[in-house]
């Protein structure tokens, strides 16, 4: 990692262990200890348990022991082999996909008191056996090896460029929120929390423990890239990914801060140029075709090999359609903006990136007119949980308002499907990696 202010990579002796906020802001918590789990203080834990956060305190029953606390902190010390499972998970937080799960993890479980003197639920575990878990959760582990590596390489310097960015004063590189008459502005970095290094989630990474690990592949790919990060001219990149770019990447300063970064520019998602989106006239024509693309999927049964469980429910994503009622779409706005703009009148792109995603649009109501960006606000304010991405055009038909769209997710860096069709059309990781991040080297973090 770095030392603060230098520009150099530093190449530290071992991997660190990180913090894994696995729940957040809970009142109660539930699971089961396998092994022996060692509080401090006290002998060998394990069985059914549960937790309780009451007034800023935590207490910690068992059904072999007695209780501990109440206190701020618990830390149970796992023994070599020892697991521990949590009820009730949720995965997919404010997305389409949310829902519940019962997950099992390795490492040590902490609990603490934080916002709200609600509890944290705090997994301690040592970087490589966390990116295990993240490259099965986020992909299938059966997908090919060479895109397994090329996920463990930017998954791990993702977290390094992290972590090094929060010892660095709790940096916080730009504000999320820009608020004036007519103009709301937000965007949500990732990583921003304060009693973990990392949450369990997609504002993160997605970590869901060892449920998910179902095969030696993706164990095997962080093995063998042990260590190893995306760097641009020396310093460990902050590498971003998605799940489909819809043809043509984003720019990260359309997704967060007005900033460029080199590393993390737009670039076509094929073996064939595409031009980057400039008009509206051009992002029309653009969505409502169905460009080559490495993430355009055409093989019967390719999601399958590459997909998990949870996002093969997602269909139709690399071109996609929603359609509201006038009635219905103003609903939303009322609920998901807090606004009420009375009769809906436009909905106007004021700003496109080059992959065709919207970074501003203005809503016109009867009553109100309002801006509203970055992209992912954009997307919360416009469906019940999120639109696949806003990189789309709207038509009206009658009462009718449909949206066409393009891609899934934010769209910046490596596209995970497009990544995972390289890989089976004969890419190496590198050259993956290589297509996506532009300048990039590959070096040792340790």
């Known amino acids: ?74 830390r149970l010390k796992a023994s070599r082999g020892s697991r521990f499972t949590l009820h009730s998970v949720t995965i997919g937080n404010r997305f389409h996909w949310e829902r519940k799960e019962d997950q099992t993890f390795q490492g040590d479980l902490i609990l603490r008191i934080g916002e709200g003197q609600m509890m944290a639920v705090i997994n ?10 993240v490259i099965s959760s986020e992909m299938s582990p059966a ?10 390489i930017l998954s791990r310097s993702w977290l390094l460029a992290h972590l090094h960015r929060n010892h660095r004063m709790k940096e916080r590189l ?103 989106i400039r008009t509206e006239e051009e992002a029309s024509r653009w969505i409502l075709s169905k460009p080559e693309a490495y993430c355009h999927i055409k093989e019967e049964g390719l999601l399958e090999r590459i997909l998990p469980h949870v996002d093969l429910q997602t269909k139709d994503f690399f071109r996609w359609r929603v359609e509201y009622s006038q009635d219905e779409l103003e609903e939303i706005l009322r609920e998901k903006s807090g606004f009420d703009f009375g009769s809906l009148r436009e909905i106007l792109p004021l700003q496109r ?28 304010w416009l ?30 860096g490596l596209c995970q499907i497009g990544a995972a069709v390289m890989a089976i059309r004969g890419f190496l990781a590198e050259g993956i990696l290589r297509h996506y991040f532009t300048g990039m080297e590959i070096e040792k973090g340790y």
């Open 1 to 74: 990692m770095f030392s603060p202010g230098s520009p150099d990579l530093k190449v530290m002796k071992d991997q660190p262990k990180i913090t894994v906020g696995l729940m957040d802001r809970k009142a109660e918590v539930s699971g089961l200890l396998e092994g022996n789990f060692y509080p401090d203080g006290a002998g060998p834990l394990s069985g059914r348990f549960s937790a309780k956060a009451e007034g800023g305190k935590i207490s910690f029953l068992g059904e072999s022991h007695p209780k501990i606390g109440p206190s701020s902190s618990v």
């Open 124 to 133: 301690e575990i040592p970087l490589e056996d966390y990116l295990s878990s």
């Open 143 to 152: 997908s090919p090896i060479e895109f397994l590596k090329a996920h463990s």
């Open 174 to 276: 730009t504000p999320a929120e820009k608020i004036t008459d007519g103009e709301v502005i937000r965007w949500y970095d990732r990583g921003e929390h304060n009693l973990f290094d990392v949450c369990a989630d997609d504002h993160c990474q997605r970590y869901q423990g060892i449920t998910k690990i179902l095969s030696g592949q993706a164990e095997e790919a962080v093995r063998e890239t042990y260590g190893q990060v995306i760097t641009c001219q020396h310093k460990i990149c902050d590498a971003r990914f998605s799940k489909a770019c819809g043809g043509i990447t984003e720019n990260f300063e359309t997704v967060w801060g007005n900033r460029s970064v080199p590393y993390l520019k737009s670039i076509s998602d094929a073996s064939v140029p595409h031009r980057p």
């Open 353 to 380: 990136g080059p992959s065709g995603r919207i970074s501003r649009l203005k809503i016109v109501g009867s009553k109100l007119s309002m801006i509203v960006g970055k992209e992912l606000e954009i997307r919360r």
């Open 383 to 412: 469906s019940r949980s999120h639109l696949y991405s806003s990189a789309f055009i709207v038509r009206r038909q009658g009462d009718r308002l449909i949206f066409h769209g393009a891609g899934w997710g934010h769209g910046v």
